[in-house]
């Protein structure tokens, strides 16, 4: 053996072992067999620098000569890693532990026990100094005198353990041979047993078959009496059945009766209510048409009253209007009018007077004719301003005047137009009063009928209720009928249907159940029995869809179902017996949908229908195909007989028809029900409608009504102005002629003064105007007893005219006025006493109409009044029939059950029987 090549250990620091000793040793690691971890660290790392984290030696041996065990290796290669916490073997590259790399050494000649085939570095010296003694002792472990003696001793060690093995297997021999001698006689033994035992089984064989022939014919009497106890309890168990029905028909009938007849209560209260509202609003028309014909008979005598007193009024009116026109008015204007010349006489008569006086005055006033003329043209100037004022005030007056009858035509036209406007908003008025009086009539038919359907709704809402609380109780039947977890997972089916967005019929085809129809319900035990629970299994068109299925099922813990995907279903053709005994189920008792043959296939196609039991096990074993009556009985192809009673109250297929009838009646119902809505919610559409109609009716009539008030007010206004301009016209045409009078005055003035300039200046009258100064005060005395004289008259022509005229205004016209306001057009809602005969006669006629239609509706309610208290008596006397009906079938119900279970102890009884025998 020699190394192959020479290998140095080197680490991080670059500190290198390049001797063989080292290497090995460091290899082997036998002085330090358990190195810290500093003197490992020690050993990585020696100076300065980042310490080294791992380090390892590798020795490659030369094999050639095999001295190392391994086969077909030239080079063994060794390697030991050396970490801070990790101290690994590797040999010829794999992990190996320090126990195997020890081994395969010693093999090769590297013993423990002689560490000395190579000397480490260090030791020569050791060596050469050593005593004699331990120069000796080291020669023997050289020499393997010391490992001689080791062995030596272990091997006499296991010499004495090997006597001592040996001496036990001798006893075990010993104990062996006793046995084998007893076991000998013991064979001996069981052979003539053998002969014994022989005779005693024949003897007891012919004993057994006599016994059995009696027990045979014990059973087949027994078999007998249970057939017939079997027919009896079928036909107990099928009365028993038929009487429950019976009761829940019955039970059903009466729950229906009861919640008919709580619907025929409301419907009785709220016919009661509606009576009770419709006779107060019969006695309430009857009561208004009776005000409104005493409003009316006295209407028509005050009518007739108005037109005695109008007549009387217009004759007095034309009395005195003649009597003032033709008598007062001229008296009074003439002795005014010679009021007004005298006055005016005497006033010029003072002012030519007083004009003289100045005159005379301004003779003794000024000295020269210059200051006289100067002081004259001052106060005509003066003169000539209070003339300019005076005609500024007459034309003011005229144009006012003017203005004033401009505005009073104008507002009389005003006023006529407006009245034309009242004549048509009124026909406007009527024409709106009949519209909301038809809508409301309408809406009353509206609201009716909308109570008639409420009616319907509610009843429709009782028998939907009703219609869930089936379909609930037949969907809990159903699950009955089912394993729990096949009732969950087919409960989650609907939805998930719906999340995987499967096209129904095309992907998803629900149970097999489902998907058949019997042709005949006397098939329904034996397709029943033939399906067993493969009726709930669930068809789908590839098993792509069942494992989507699956895996939301699965997800969400959903349940578990059985699916039957149609790519995947492989089907033999099967070749059915041709016999009248027996018939193919599947063609016989079902049909279905072509798409889904091959899971009724799977289903069905391997089952006959038999005419009996005997005909089923016949042909159960010639054809290989199960056999099923149609009372249920299955002959297995494998030869297995089931069948017995049925319970028909846990039979799937019944469930499953009265869970699809009763889904059936509900989806009618809420049809019928939804319809029944959509027509409500269409009348109360329309019943809003007319109400906004009415509304906006009674709106517009408002509207317009105080639209007419205010052109009434309007009207009157104007009345009152134009009599108030009027005034003011005869105001200003007293005013005028005064005021002509006083600029005729001025001028007169102004004329004298204008003749009085450039005369001489004189302090004493001419004899002309002396003359004239003296006829002047004789006309004024005269003129001033005249005007007392002539006030009296006037006063008394004043007091008379003043008199008629407020008689005539305030008294006669006035009454006349009111007259023709009361007997006028009157509007609803004005609070007036004196509402107009024709108003007063179409309320009559309106109030009569409705007072008809409250009468129509007073009948129509106690008709359907005492119809529903017929229906209420007829539901009350029913429920009772009914009440009697269902103890007598109690009570029948309670004698079959005593029966059944009498029929029970009998068929223990034969049981028992048969377990005697």
Partial sequence: MSLYHLCLFINSNDHIYANHSSIIVLKNDTP?????????????????????????????????????????????????????????????????????????????????????????????????????????????????????????????????????????????????????????????????????????????????????????????????????????????????????????????????????????????????????????????????????????????????????????????????????????????????????????????????????????????????????????????????????????????????????????????????????????????????????????????????????????????????????????????????????????????????????????????????????????????????????????????????????????????????VTFLPLNQLKVDSVRYPESTDVAPLMEQCITFDPVVRRAMEHVFARKLLARSVDVAATWSTRSHLDAITLDGDLCSRKGALTGGFVDQEKSKLRAHYALKTAEEDLKELEKEYKEMKEKSTAVDQQVSNTMGEVQRLEAKYANLDHMMSRTDDEVSKLEKQIERHNKQVKQIEDDVPNTETQVTSFDGQIARLQEEMGTELTSTLSDDEQALLDQLKATQTRLDSEIDQHTQVLEDATVKRQKLQSLLEDNLIMRRTEITESSSRSRPGDNNANVSQAQLKEDLAQKKRELEEAAQTTDDVDRQLSEVKATDEKLRAEIMTIKNDLEKLKTEDSSYQKKLEKAHADQEKLLNKVSRV
């Fill in 32 to 560: 330090h067999p358990n190195k810290t971890q500093e003197e490992r660290q020690a050993l990585l790392h020696e100076g300065s620098g980042s310490a080294a984290v791992n380090a390892f030696v590798e020795i490659v041996f030369d094999n050639s000569d095999n001295r190392f065990s391994m086969e077909n290796s030239d080079e063994v290669v060794l390697r030991r890693t050396i970490g801070h916490k990790k101290d690994e073997f590797f040999l010829q590259r794999k992990r190996a532990t320090k126990n195997e790399i020890m081994s395969l050494l010693e093999g090769a000649g590297f013993s423990k026990s002689n560490p000395y085939f190579i000397v480490q570095q260090g030791k020569v010296n050791a060596l050469c100094t050593m005593s004699d003694g331990e120069r000796l002792q080291l020669l023997k472990e050289v020499a393997g005198t010391t490992v001689y003696d080791e062995k030596k001793e272990e091997s006499l060690a296991k010499m004495e353990e090997n006597a001592a093995s040996i001496e036990k297997i001798d006893e075990t021999l010993e104990y062996m041979e006793t046995k084998l001698e007893d076991l000998r006689g013991e064979k001996e033994e069981l052979t003539q047993y053998q002969k014994l035992d022989k005779s005693r089984r024949a003897v007891e064989y012919t004993l057994y078959d006599k016994e059995l022939r009696k027990a045979r014919e014990a059973l087949d009497e027994i078999e007998h009496s249970r057939n017939d106890e079997v027919d009896k309890l079928s036909q107990l168990d099928e009365e028993v059945r038929n009487m429950h029905e019976q009761i829940m028909a019955v039970q059903a009938d009466q729950k229906t009766k009861t919640n008919a007849l709580k619907r025929n209560q409301v419907y009785l209260k709220g016919l009661e209510k509606d009576k009770t509202t419709a006779m107060t609003h019969k006695t309430k028309l009857t009561l208004e048409c009776k005000e409104l014909e005493e409003q009316l008979q006295q209407g028509t005598e005050l009518v007739a009253a108005n037109k005695r007193e109008l007549k009387k009024l217009n004759e007095e009116i034309a009395k005195v209007e003649r009597e003032l026109g033709d008598t007062v008015q001229p008296a009074y204007e003439e002795a005014k009018a010679t009021m007004v010349r005298m006055t005016n006489e005497r006033d010029e008569a003072r002012k030519q007077m007083e004009g003289l006086y100045a005159k005379q005055g301004r003779g003794k006033q000024f000295r020269t004719k210059k200051d006289r003329d100067a002081h004259l043209q001052t106060q005509i100037k003066e003169l000539e301003a209070a003339k300019a004022e005076k005609e500024e005030l007459l034309n003011g007056q005229r144009d006012k005047l003017s203005g004033l009858r401009k505005s009073v035509a104008s507002e009389t036209k005003d006023i006529e137009k407006k009245r034309k406007d009242l004549q048509q908003k009124a026909k406007m008025l009527d024409e709106l009063k009949r519209s909301v009086d038809e809508k409301k009539r309408l809406r009353n038919e509206m609201a009716d009928s909308r109570k008639d359907q409420w009616r319907s709704i509610s009843e429709l809402s009782d028998k939907v209720t009703e219609a869930k609380e089936a379909s609930r109780r037949a969907l809990h039947d159903m699950k009955r009928s089912m394993p729990f977890a096949t009732a969950t997972g087919l409960d989650a089916l609907k939805h998930i249907v719906v999340a995987e967005k499967l096209t129904v019929g095309v992907q998803y085809f629900g149970l097999v159940v489902e998907n058949f129809e019997l042709t005949d319900h006397k098939y329904q035990t034996a397709v029943e029995v033939a399906a067993q629970n493969s009726l709930f299994h669930i068809i789908v068109d590839t098993d792509d869809t069942a494992a989507r299925i699956m895996k939301r099922l699965e997800k969400e813990k959903l349940g578990r």
